[in-house]
């Protein structure tokens, strides 16, 4: 295992993270009570991100 893993875990925990607290961030907060559409966005483009990095990280 590399550090990738190790990152991609540290993603992980950081999406679940989001999905509890009810935001995300890119360059700004995005809240998922104001802005769902775009939430539910980042949230799985940085979910799908963090599975690629865990993957890659096995080797």
Do not use: C, K
């Not at 875990?9 to 802005?35: F, M, N, S």
């Not at 539910?40 to 990095?53: C, E, K, P, R």
């Amino acid at each position: 295992m590399s550090i990738w893993f190790y990152i991609g875990i540290g993603l992980i925990l950081w999406v679940l993270y989001d999905l509890y607290y009810g935001v995300t961030w890119t360059h700004r907060p995005i809240y998922r009570q104001y802005e769902p559409n775009a939430y539910w966005l980042v949230t799985v483009i940085w979910f799908v991100v963090a599975i690629s990095t865990t993957i890659v990280g096995l080797g």
